[in-house]
């Protein structure tokens, strides 16, 4: 834990250790090479592997392809170079880490977390670090900061919880992600993750369920909706107390059956959706086409996470992963969902969004305050 002494050595020069239960496990070959063949995702160097090893058989040039993927990364993505050169260190972060209260590992603060890919990126994309190195706060790619990346960024949930305690926005979670992402070009990637996206590919979904699995509990919930239906007939006509009660009972035990078979019909139409999209090979593009959406809202459904609330026939206000504003009439001075067309911010306006001339619509998830501004507190939707 800490002791607020001062350390000896500096946190670059502490390697990680990987030991029977501290890292987490590589993916499966076999399920790597299955990934790598599915159109539109690259997944290369698929081998049997452990973080244990001294040699985790990286491909030659591996140093090469990390620099490249984190410099398109850099390029790509706004908010990423944002996180890379804003953080002024205050350590608001540090003790809001799960993880880090948990270990006690200084690397498990978020702060130190970004650190281990934000000293890569002074190293070999900020003028100081190319010429001051270690003393601007660069270092080096090897393959011992290699180990540090893998240990730590899959030991981020992803919860976002210190973005929000952050007074610049940073998020981490981010910077783990494009940590992962640039791994898994060189075959450094996690069993959980990367297995669950050969699932979804092969499947329809992240659990694995086969749709048969689902149409039986669909058949089960529908014979069980069947009996609460007749029971409370033949309760129907009878006025003696505890009948009635029990009536009630079932009433209420029905209602809840007959809502669950409902979102569980829902669940298995979209999956039927999924198996037919994939199998017309049909991507994001030709689906929002095929579905001829013509306002916003058309879209909100096909949007993972993405909500909307509103008592009127427009809503104003969106949630995204569960946060925003509910309330159509009060109004909020800042929306914790911004709305961007064309980089003007029609924040609080929401669904009276034509598609007209519309090229792309990205929705941003997370606080997107450090580019957006403080309307931007869960995440950013722009067209
Ligand atoms: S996003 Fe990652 S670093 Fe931040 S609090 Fe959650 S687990 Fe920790
Ligand atoms: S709270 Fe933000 S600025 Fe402060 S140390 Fe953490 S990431 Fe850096």
């Not at 980089?343 to 929401?350: K, L, P, V, Y």
Request: charged letters at 30%.
């Amino acid at each position: 834990m800490a002791t607020g002494a001062v350390p000896a050595k500096h946190w670059m020069d502490f390697p990680v250790t990987f030991k029977p239960g501290n890292y987490a496990y590589p993916a499966k070959k076999d399920k790597v090479e299955y990934l790598d063949s599915q159109k539109g995702l690259h997944f290369p160097n698929a081998r049997e592997w452990s973080p244990e090893d001294d040699d985790w058989k990286l491909p030659e040039n591996w140093k090469e392809i990390i620099i490249d993927g984190l410099g398109e990364r850099l390029e790509k993505f706004r908010s990423l170079k944002i996180f890379m050169d804003c953080c002024v260190r205050c350590g608001a972060c540090a003790d809001k880490c799960h993880f880090y209260l948990g270990t006690g590992d200084p690397k498990n603060m978020p702060v130190l977390r970004a650190e281990l890919l934000r000293s890569v990126y002074r190293n070999d994309f900020t003028l100081a670090g190319k010429i001051l190195g270690k003393m601007a706060g660069g270092r080096e790619m090897t393959v011992g900061v290699l180990k540090e990346w893998f240990m730590y960024s899959y030991q981020c949930t992803e919860c976002r919880r210190c973005s929000v305690f952050c007074p610049y926005g940073i998020d981490t979670a981010e910077i783990s992600m494009a940590a992962r992402e640039i791994m898994d070009r060189i075959g450094v990637g996690q069993k959980y993750c990367n297995e669950i996206i050969g699932k979804v590919y092969k499947i329809g979904n992240n659990l694995g369920l086969p749709q048969p699995a689902l149409e039986d509990t669909l058949e089960g919930l529908e014979e069980e909706v069947e009996r609460l239906t007749e029971l409370i007939e033949e309760d129907a006509g009878t006025e003696d107390g505890d009948v009635r009660a029990e009536r009630d009972a079932l009433q209420a035990e029905l209602a809840l059956r007959e809502s669950e078979v409902e979102q569980l019909r829902g669940v298995l139409e979209e999956y039927v959706d999924q198996i037919r999209a994939a199998q017309s090979g049909g991507g994001d593009a030709a689906e929002i086409e095929a579905r001829s959406v013509q306002h916003f809202e058309e879209l909100v459904g096909a949007i993972p996470n993405f909500n909307w609330s509103g008592d009127g026939h427009r809503a104003r206000y969106f949630q995204i992963r569960g946060v925003g504003e509910l309330e159509q009439y009060e109004g909020a001075p800042n929306p914790s969902v911004g709305f961007l067309i064309d980089d003007i911010d029609f924040s609080g306006i929401g669904m009276h969004a034509s598609l007209f001339d519309v090229q792309s619509v990205e929705v941003l998830r997370g606080p997107q305050a450090a580019i957006y501004g403080s309307k931007a507190l869960a995440g950013e939707e722009a067209q």
